[in-house]
Each structure stands twice: as structure tokens, then as C-alpha cells.
């Protein structure tokens, strides 16, 4: 089993920028795939970003050059920081773990919202 711990999120104004953490309880050598997915009301859970143990990236194409997605495999950890933020990026974003064995982990969510 694999724990989650999301930090950072809030409200930001358009233009604005956010940054998203998450901790995971597991040795970097479990772990495939590490990234970010966001639900807005209403709609289905999307991808966000999400970056493989070879450190292959992959962005939703509505984030691609104002999102950045990194990782730190000593702290184990994946980060995105988000940038010129728009309203139509509110949403909870979900921290999300793929293992070598393919078992997919989520965290609890935190709220992103872009508002004036």
C-alpha cells in the first residue's frame, strides 16, 4: 500500500501561480509513473501531467508551457508548478502513483482555484 501527502493549492488570481507537491511511502524503485490528474465539477478526472522513472513527460495539451512537472527521487516526491494560471483550471488535483506491479495510487485531493 502506498500513502500520498499532497501540499500546496489555494486560491490564486488569473495569471497567477501555484505549486503542488506530493510525498509518497514507497521506495523510488516501486514507483513507474508519478503526476498530477484534476477533476472540475462536473467533469471527468483528466490528466494533468505525468513523468516516468526514465523521466518521460507528458502533458495535457491545455497545460503544455505553463505547468512544469518534476520529481525528486531521494525526497520521492513529484512537483508541479503551475504557472499563468486561468479560471478554467479550477478543479481538485489528485496526486497519482503507478507502481512497477501496475497498482495505481491516488491522493486525497487539494482545491486549485483561479478567481478574481
Given at each position: 500500500q502506498v500513502q500520498l501527502v499532497e501540499s500546496g493549492g489555494g486560491l490564486v488570481q488569473p495569471g497567477g501561480s501555484l505549486r503542488l507537491s506530493c510525498a509518497a511511502s514507497t521506495s523510488i524503485f516501486n514507483i513507474y509513473a508519478m503526476g498530477w490528474y484534476r477533476q472540475?465539477?462536473?467533469?471527468q478526472r483528466e490528466l494533468v501531467a505525468l513523468i516516468t522513472s526514465s523521466d518521460r513527460i507528458t502533458y495535457t495539451d491545455s497545460v503544455k508551457g505553463r505547468f512544469t512537472i518534476s520529481r525528486d527521487t531521494a525526497k520521492i516526491t513529484v512537483t508541479l508548478q503551475m504557472d499563468?494560471?486561468?479560471?478554467?483550471?479550477?478543479?481538485?488535483?489528485?496526486?497519482?502513483?503507478?507502481?512497477?506491479?501496475?497498482?495505481?495510487?491516488?491522493?486525497?485531493?487539494?482545491?486549485v482555484t483561479v478567481s478574481s
Open positions: 472540475a465539477p462536473g467533469k499563468s494560471l486561468k479560471p478554467e483550471d479550477t478543479a481538485v488535483y489528485y496526486c497519482y502513483v503507478q507502481t512497477i506491479t501496475s497498482n495505481g495510487y491516488w491522493g486525497q485531493g487539494t482545491q
